[in-house]
């Protein structure tokens, strides 16, 4: 067992700990502007904007990869100027952060929108009649009574972004100790024949998302008992 070093578990945990934190921020305010913007809206052009959002939960994640590549690699659509701004994505845990937030963001979206949707208009209404704008309406009325299905959708975005690994690898690489993810790690250790590293890393992995959503549904059904209460 002396090949078991710390740091092949530590900092692959730290590096999915913080990719994972920093995508679902990114996503969870983007995710929440645009769900807000689309919730209730018919037509073309909602649907359209709808399935694009939603486009990257069904691609496959070496597709998205490719995607990304197209927009912020060196040679990319942003390329150049991320590159004036002495910004380099490629093959740093900042292109992790990247991949793992377009991965994301469709859940957090799908969730916001779907529990924005399910507030009671007459609320809203309401609140119009008496002069509070848009932007109040939203943090007022309707986050409260939205705020499980959002929350809902947190967890599941950060258990996803600990776990990705098809776009992480062709944005970011598979580089120990800078880009290499828990998900990279495992792939690493069980190409390298490395079985036991390889199963303590999938049962770390496991254990964290599996306390992760454990604890997600205890906060929810505290606050429900306290509401109650």
């Given at each position: 067992m002396e090949y078991?070093?710390?740091t092949d578990l530590v900092r692959p945990l730290l590096l999915s700990l913080r990719v994972a934190g920093i995508a679902t921020a990114l996503s969870f305010l983007a995710a929440l502007f645009v769900a807000w913007r689309l919730a209730r809206?018919?037509?073309p052009l909602p649907a359209l904007l709808d399935a694009?959002?939603?486009?990257?939960l069904v691609l496959?994640?070496?597709?998205?990869?490719?995607y990304l590549i197209l927009v912020v690699g060196r040679n990319g659509l942003l390329g150049p100027a991320l590159r004036d701004l002495g910004l380099q994505l490629i093959?740093?845990?900042?292109?992790?952060?990247?991949a793992a937030t377009v991965v994301v963001f469709p859940l957090l979206y799908k969730s916001a929108r779907a529990a924005l949707e399910q507030v009671d208009p007459h609320l809203e209404n309401a609140a119009r009649t008496l002069g509070a704008s848009e932007l109040r309406i939203l943090l007022t009325v309707s986050l409260p009574l939205?705020?499980?299905?959002i929350f809902a959708g947190l967890m599941l975005a950060f258990?996803?972004?600990?776990g990705e690994f098809g776009a992480t690898l062709m944005v970011a690489g598979n580089i120990p100790g800078k880009t290499q993810t828990l998900a990279l790690a495992i792939y690493d250790a069980f190409q390298a024949g490395n079985d036991a590293l390889a199963t303590l890393l999938v049962l770390v992995t496991s254990g964290l998302c599996v306390m992760l959503?454990?604890?997600a549904e205890v906060l929810v059904k505290y606050k429900r008992r306290r509401r109650s209460a």
């Open positions: 078991l070093v710390p809206r018919r037509g694009l959002c939603t486009l990257p496959p994640p070496t597709v998205l990869g490719y093959f740093s845990w900042q292109g992790a952060v990247v939205a705020w499980k299905g258990a996803r972004g600990m959503l454990m604890a």
